[in-house]
């Protein structure tokens, strides 16, 4: 650690003929909780903090080690920041990645690097490239630049906590520093210790990529059989000989977060500073909002470290359960299978609930299984559900991460329908606007049979209705009775009944 102390002071000098310092912002929190502040690495020239480190270890190369070139193995953000150096010391660079890097990373390093770098997709996780960079450092003689088991490649990321230091903002009670393979939590995480001795420094990794934990469990780096991919950027088996030492001795505890928890804090850095990070950049303040009573009145700090995120990734994470805003519950309840029912349980035991998701495909002539997202401003509305349902004597059953929720395959069994209506409803999306639409315009023996809905933060939203009625004459009826478009929603389409189906996939 006193080696690295002294190796951080000398980056201090060579890593800003590379790039710039970046802000620390404080992050508007509504409500009771920490005062947390952001170091915004999102905002570099390679949209994270890998930059330093790599440009520091870089910069010390001798002219036979420039002449030899670079090889280094990367999930995207330390090739960025070899990328840059490479141009800007005109040395070659072969840089190994995974096969499944996203396509944002893989162009930011042509970008960076131009004509002196040279990407070489292989493996599938950042192991196997790491594998294969080193059979070329061995039969090449070519530098290995690694992305984070280097005291000089930690000294480089020290450097964000001088500029933490620096700002003025300190002294803070905590810190959550993000662990891939341990590398910017022993260099940052050692700065901030040498200035504040009484801070408290907490490593954060994901819940299925807990690296440094098993380390620390078993005395030593260990290897994981597998880790989960959504924060790539640390998804890391095992972690450095170098990190895991300075780390052992460095850190308080090191805590796990889920990828809901991380796509959460995704969305509060959205809402509080509108900016956008990658799963791995928001994983240290998910373990702050996960702490949050706890940390009460607490000056913390964040590390923002990266925002390389695929379009269609963040596309996804919008969506998300973890991503909403509010707290959520997912559940199936078991109802009978006639006109009415539906509405009633919308009516009574969900009538202070935001319905986010709703999906109902008709498979049994005697009871159904409907499954809502329900969301409130209110923990407690949500807590007091269960009790609702119990004194209704419903049966329910709380829905966890199910692969047919979550790939929403919703089946329906076309042979039980007698005379089904599908359709299409646009509607204004404001609290209670859908529930209004089914209680003043669906009446009669029409039964839902069918119900595909899930809220997407738009002004608008979209389901998917299908109702069943005893017979074509009462169908059409109904039908003919629901204007195009009326209070409430914007658009009522009826779709072709065998194009409808087809959409669906029913079952049977």
């Not at 508007?28 to 330093?52: F, H, N, Q, T």
């Not at 662990?179 to 210790?193: D, E, K, P, Q």
């Amino acid at each position: 650690m006193e080696q690295l102390r002294r190796e951080i002071l000398l980056a201090r000098e060579r890593v800003y003929h590379f790039g710039e310092a970046t802000p620390i912002e404080r992050l508007p929190l509504s409500g009771a909780g920490p005062e947390i502040w952001v170091k915004r690495e999102d905002v570099s020239l390679v949209k994270s903090y890998k930059w330093r480190g790599a440009c520091n270890r870089m910069a010390t190369l001798g002219p036979g080690d420039r002449k030899r070139g670079v090889v280094t193995a990367s999930a995207g953000n330390h090739a960025q920041g070899v990328a840059l150096a490479a141009k800007s010391l005109e040395v070659k660079a072969r840089i190994y990645m995974p096969l499944s890097t996203p396509k944002v990373k893989q162009e930011a390093v042509m970008q960076h690097g131009g004509e002196w770098v040279e990407i070489r997709l292989v493996g599938e996780s950042y192991d196997e490239s790491v594998r294969a960079a080193r059979r070329d450092e061995s039969e090449s003689a070519a530098v290995y630049v690694h992305a984070y088991d280097d005291l000089r490649v930690m000294a480089g990321q020290g450097t964000l906590a001088d500029e933490v230091v620096l700002s003025g903002h300190g002294p803070f009670d905590a810190a959550y520093l993000q662990i891939g393979g341990g590398g910017m939590a022993a260099g940052v995480g050692t700065w901030l210790r040498s200035y504040w001795p009484d801070i408290r420094l907490f490593g954060v990794e994901g819940e299925k990529q807990a690296s440094m934990q098993a380390a620390f469990a078993a005395g030593a780096p260990v290897r994981l059989d597998k880790v989960d991919l959504f924060c790539d950027g640390t998804a890391v088996r095992q972690v450095g000989d170098l990190s895991y030492q300075i780390c052992k001795e460095l850190l308080d505890e090191v805590q796990t977060v889920s990828d809901a928890e991380v796509s959460h804090a995704i969305r509060v850095l959205w809402e509080g500073l509108r900016c956008i990070s990658e799963p791995s950049g928001a994983m240290g303040l998910a373990a702050v909002l996960k702490r949050r009573k706890e940390l009460e009145g607490k000056r913390v700090l964040v590390v923002l470290c990266g925002a390389n995120i695929d379009f269609l990734q963040l596309g996804l994470i919008a969506q998300s359960q973890g991503a909403s805003a509010e707290r959520g519950r997912t559940l199936s309840v078991r109802i009978p299978e006639q006109p009415g029912t539906m509405l009633d349980l919308l009516n009574s035991c969900f009538k202070e609930l935001n319905i986010a998701d709703f999906q109902y495909g008709k498979t049994a002539n005697d009871a159904a299984w409907p499954l809502f997202t329900l969301t409130a401003d209110d923990p407690q509305a949500l807590a007091d559900l269960s009790s609702l349902l119990d004194a209704k004597g419903l049966d329910w059953k709380e829905i966890g991460d199910a692969e047919d929720v979550r790939f929403r395959a919703i089946a329906l069994r076309g042979d039980l329908l007698s005379a089904p209506a599908f359709i299409r409803l646009d509607f204004y999306e404001r609290p209670g606007a859908l529930h209004d639409f089914l209680a003043q315009r669906v009446q009669g023996n029409a039964s839902l049979c069918y119900f595909n809905y899930r809220q997407t933060g738009e002004r608008i939203g979209r389901a998917l209705i299908g109702l069943d009625f005893p017979s074509s004459f009462e169908r059409d009826a109904l039908m003919m009775s629901i204007p195009d478009h009326g209070e409430g929603y914007r658009s009522c389409k009826l779709l072709d009944e065998s194009a409808a189906l087809r959409i669906i996939g029913q079952a049977g």
